[in-house]
């Protein structure tokens, strides 16, 4: 399968998921690391009509290499999280608990004794804290703030009344650990909300 057939896979998957609504999110993947080159979903479709042909190959600033396709905005944040966290791929939906979870705790969300962190590759009695930063038009400064906070154990970015992204070896590793991190941060507010 290729790179564009698996991004447009993934797309119809969050797609239904309610995940990428509209023209919202974007997928990348890794095609080489010198120099880095990354395939990532064009600006502007329809996520679940997204097609093997929708994407287009970015440079490590998100810049369109020889085509006059656009990426999406925020092509240059996939490439940043590409090089610093040495992900193979990167996924970025507009998924509800996330954003709410941003919101509710903004200095990031510390998660704990949930089984389900194994999903996201971590272990059930670990503490792991999702790091939150304040969403920005311009990718330098999200990455910027992206890195400066980056743990190598923690494959996730909150953005605050954005969305989330989360990374992975390939676009399997990273939809797994999605899934697993969208149910702990529902969890998490749920939770919040039953005591309050």
């Not at 010198?34 to 810049?63: F, H, Q, W, Y």
């Not at 966290?85 to 996924?91: C, K, P």
């Not at 400066?148 to 650990?177: E, N, S, T």
Request: aromatic fraction near 6%.
């Amino acid at each position: 399968m290729t790179p564009g057939e698996q991004l447009a896979r993934e797309c119809a998957r969050y797609t239904q998921m309610g995940w990428m609504r509209g023209t919202s999110g974007n997928l990348s993947v890794v095609l080489q690391r010198d120099p880095l080159r990354l395939a990532v979903t064009v600006s502007g479709l329809d996520k679940g009509e997204m097609t093997a042909d929708d994407n287009v190959v970015i440079d490590e600033n998100g810049l369109a290499v020889d085509s006059e396709k656009i990426p999406s905005a925020e092509a240059g944040l996939h490439a940043r999280i590409a090089a610093v966290a040495g992900a193979g791929a990167v996924v970025h939906v507009h998924a509800l608990a996330p954003v709410v979870a941003a919101e509710y705790w903004p200095d990031g969300v510390v998660l704990r004794d949930l089984e389900m962190l194994k999903g996201f590759g971590r272990q059930a009695h670990e503490e792991v804290t999702i790091p939150v930063v304040p969403n920005d038009q311009d990718m330098t400064v999200l990455g910027d703030a992206f890195e400066k906070g980056f743990d190598p154990g923690v494959p996730a970015l909150l953005v605050a009344r954005h969305g989330v992204y989360v990374w992975g070896d390939d676009l399997y590793q990273a939809r797994h650990r999605l899934e697993c991190l969208e149910w702990l941060l529902r969890f998490k507010v749920e939770t919040r909300r039953s005591r309050s």
